[in-house]
C-alpha cells in the first residue's frame, strides 16, 4: 500500500528516556514533516525536511532532533523526555508541489510518565 | 501569519440531518484548502482537498466550498450518519507551510 507509515503506533516511557519515532512515506513525496497534536487536537508543525534538507524548523527545544536519512524517511528523536512531551506525533509527507495536498501517517501516541 | 478558525468547537445531531462545518481562515493567499478526518485515538484521513483555483469538491454525501476572497470554507454533510462521528480538520497551504485549523467534534446520535 502506498502510505506513510509510522512506528511506533503507542509508546510509554519513563521521564529523562531518550525515544525515537520512525517516518517511512512510499508516495515518492520529496517533502516530509512532523507535527505535534496537543490535548486540544490543535495540530502544531515542527519540523519539515525538503529531499533531506531542513526546511522548516518551529521553535521547539533542543531535545528535539529529526533525522532524515534519504527523502522517504523522517525520524524523530527526543532526548531527555519531559512529562510535558506527551502528545500525538504526526508524520506528513506531500509532493514538490503542495496544490496536491499531503497525507498523513496515523500518529504515535506518546506518553511520558 | 495565517490563521484557521473552525465553527462551531462541538456539534451534535439526530441522525439523518444535512449539515456545515465552517472553516475561516486570515490570508486568502492560499495554494489548497484540506479536510480531514479524525476518529478518536487515531489519525488522519484526508477527504477532500480543494486546490486555490477550485470552487468546490464533491466525494459521496460530502461537500467542500471554498470561497478564497472572503477566507472561508464550508464541509457539507448530507444525510448524516452515526458513523460520520469524529473530528473535523480543515487546514490550508500557503508557501510550504500547513496550517490546522481547530476543528470540530461532531456527534450524530442514532
Known amino acids: 500500500d502506498t502510505a506513510v507509515s509510522q512506528t511506533p503506533k503507542y509508546l510509554v516511557t519513563q521521564m529523562g528516556n531518550d525515544k525515537s519515532i520512525k517516518c517511512e512515506q512510499n508516495?515518492?513525496?520529496?517533502?516530509m514533516y512532523w507535527y505535534k497534536q496537543d490535548s486540544k487536537k490543535f495540530l502544531k508543525i515542527m519540523f519539515s525536511?525538503?529531499?533531506?534538507?531542513?526546511?522548516i524548523n518551529e521553535t521547539v527545544p533542543n531535545r528535539f532532533s529529526p533525522k532524515s536519512p534519504d527523502k522517504a524517511h523522517l525520524n524523530l528523536h527526543i532526548n531527555s523526555l519531559e512529562l510535558g512531551d506527551s502528545a500525538v506525533y504526526f508524520c506528513a509527507s506531500s509532493p514538490p508541489d503542495a496544490l496536491y495536498g499531503y497525507t498523513f501517517g496515523s500518529g504515535t501516541r506518546l506518553t511520558v510518565v | 501569519k495565517q490563521e484557521v478558525t473552525q465553527i462551531p468547537a462541538a456539534l451534535s445531531v439526530p441522525e439523518g440531518e444535512n449539515l456545515v462545518l465552517n472553516c475561516s481562515f486570515t490570508d486568502s493567499a492560499i495554494y489548497n484548502l484540506q479536510w480531514f478526518r479524525q476518529d478518536p485515538g487515531k489519525g488522519l484521513t484526508s477527504l477532500l482537498l480543494i486546490q486555490s483555483s477550485q470552487r468546490e469538491q464533491t466525494s459521496g454525501r460530502l461537500n467542500a466550498s471554498l470561497d478564497k476572497s472572503s477566507g472561508r470554507s464550508t464541509l457539507y454533510i448530507a444525510a448524516s450518519q452515526p458513523g460520520d462521528s469524529a473530528t473535523y480538520l480543515c487546514?490550508?497551504?500557503?508557501?510550504?507551510?500547513?496550517?490546522f485549523g481547530t476543528g470540530t467534534s461532531l456527534t450524530v446520535i442514532p
Open positions: 487546514a490550508v497551504t500557503a508557501g510550504n507551510q500547513f496550517y
Open positions: 508516495l515518492g513525496h520529496d517533502t
Open positions: 525536511y525538503n529531499n533531506k534538507e531542513l526546511i
